[in-house]
């Protein structure tokens, strides 16, 4: 019986060593591809962190109402939950969401102010230091500063609490176009609710009345349209 011998491949030579400028070359591809992928990344990341613009027609389709022209509205007199002064000059330097409402409200004053603080943790930090959120009672004879200290602090802090004289409420609730009455519910003095608007008005940094945020309210909506507002605002 005769073997026959396996035939080897013939043994193959080591590559040579690459030139200087080969080097040079698969050195310049890399750092090319590198630059490459670090601006898209650049790009994206920017994208998704700038707030998005609206126009007005994507912002009236989310609820939100901006004037052509703002409004310029009287001063007034009331105090903050802590007893305070606060007038027309205290809304200036921020943006202001306003909503007329009070404390004994069942149900959309807890929720409308629930709802500020979700979108006040959702905003980017720099629109959320340029931001004040207020709430100014439309039950002033109900609503002391006290009272309005407790509730205030128990959705947040530094939410800003309104009472006063109710002609100077009056007056200003007329002038952001925000309406309400007393409605009886039995014969004792205090035996009432109050009917009131659910929009929220915008105030701009100048303490002008910018448009409103009208019902069904949504977290998601009101920060968007929102910090959409903020961004393109051109004084």
């Not at 330097?93 to 929720?111: E, I, N, Q, R, Y």
């Not at 014969?187 to 009208?214: E, R």
Request: overall charge neutral; aromatic content about 10%.
């Amino acid at each position: 019986m005769t073997t026959t011998d396996t035939l080897e491949p013939p043994f193959a030579a080591p590559p040579h060593d690459k030139t200087p400028q080969q080097r040079k070359g698969i050195y310049l591809t890399l750092l090319a591809i590198g630059v490459f992928v670090t601006l898209v990344m650049a790009g994206f990341l920017n994208k998704i962190t700038t707030p998005r613009v609206l126009s007005p027609i994507e912002l009236r389709a989310n609820g939100t109402y901006v004037f052509d022209q703002p409004r310029i509205f009287k001063d007034f007199s009331l105090q903050n939950q802590h007893g305070e002064s606060f007038a027309l000059e205290q809304l200036k330097g921020k943006w202001s969401l306003m909503f007329f409402g009070f404390t004994s409200c069942p149900d959309v004053c807890p929720a409308t102010l629930s709802l500020m603080k979700d979108v006040k943790a959702q905003l980017k930090p720099e629109i959320a230091a340029k931001t004040q959120f207020v709430l100014v009672s439309v039950d002033p004879a109900r609503d002391t500063s006290e009272q309005l200290n407790q509730y205030m602090a128990y959705f947040d802090p530094e939410f800003v609490g309104l009472t006063g004289e109710f002609l100077e409420i009056k007056r200003l609730a007329n002038q952001l176009n925000m309406a309400f009455v007393k409605v009886r519910q039995g014969p004792g003095a205090m035996d009432y609710t109050v009917d009131h608007s659910t929009n929220i008005a915008l105030v701009n940094p100048f303490g002008h009345y910018h448009g409103f945020i009208k019902p069904p309210l949504d977290t998601a909506r009101v920060k968007l349209t929102l910090q959409s507002i903020v961004t393109t605002f051109d004084p």
